[in-house]
């Protein structure tokens, strides 16, 4: 599968995530504006059951939870999509770390806002880390986005299955799935524009631009994009 096709799974992944805890987040409100905090006064379960028994107050608690599990399954999904795969590992490692571990704090203290009977401190920082894990996750999406659209917009133009394992000019070169049709093609299309530079004495050096073009070609930012 193409490193594009990875980075645009990833962001619809991370994209799902978002929309499922945006309203999750709303639902938190809910149950704290409907003074539904401790209807589950437990936890994991809920008045010592798996399914609790149909209140109001309860419910509203017990469906916050419920999202909440499916929301931590959708960002566990993603972390792993993006840990599994090289290339998304490089750039959105870092996102997918962080997410995770707050992740696991939040769990924590929603647990800790219901054995602490609702105490300040720990319901505003249920809702601040809410608020970090939500930014942390739209990053993600929009970053693996990014990327999927910068290599697709480039890949017409780049040699195809370029990843950044094959970076160096000698592994383009022996690559197989980097094509010498298009490395002809590019070097005379970026030649005809810009040309060999002039030298004093106004002869082409063109041994030392082809080398500077071979170089070019193995730098990050020309081979990223495949
Ligand atoms: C990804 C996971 C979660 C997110 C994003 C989340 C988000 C939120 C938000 C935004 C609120 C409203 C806070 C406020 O208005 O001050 C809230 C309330 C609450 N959450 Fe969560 N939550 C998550 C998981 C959990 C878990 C696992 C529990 C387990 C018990 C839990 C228990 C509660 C409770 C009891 C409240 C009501 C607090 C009150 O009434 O003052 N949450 N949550």
Excluded: Y
Aim: hydrophobic share 50%; charged share 15%.
């Amino acid at each position: 599968m193409p490193d594009t096709a990875k980075f645009r799974i990833a962001s619809r992944l991370a994209l799902t995530t978002v929309i499922l805890m945006f309203g999750l987040i709303i639902i938190g409100s809910i149950v704290r504006t409907t003074g539904s905090g401790l209807a589950c006064p437990d936890w994991p379960l809920c008045q010592g059951r798996l399914i609790p028994p149909l209140q109001f107050n309860v419910l509203i608690e017990w469906f916050h939870r419920l999202v909440a599990l499916l929301v931590s399954l959708m960002l566990f999904v993603t972390v792993v999509w993006v840990l599994a795969h090289a290339p998304l590992r490089a750039r959105l490692g870092g996102l997918a770390g962080l997410a995770i571990v707050l992740l696991l704090a939040q769990i924590l203290l929603g647990a800790l806002t219901v054995w602490k009977l609702l105490d300040p401190g720990v319901v505003g920082g249920h809702l601040g880390v809410a608020l970090l894990l939500f930014s942390t996750m739209l990053t993600l999406a929009l970053a693996a986005a990014q990327q999927a659209e910068s290599g697709r917009s480039s890949c017409g133009r780049g040699p195809p299955a370029c990843s950044r394992s094959s970076r160096s000019p000698r592994s383009w070169r022996t690559g197989s799935a980097c094509s010498a049709a298009w490395w002809r093609r590019a070097t005379r299309a970026s030649r005809a524009a810009t040309g060999p530079p002039a030298t004093a004495n106004g002869s082409r050096r063109s041994g030392d631009w082809w080398v500077s073009r071979w170089r070019t070609a193995g730098s990050p930012t020309v081979s990223r994009c495949c």
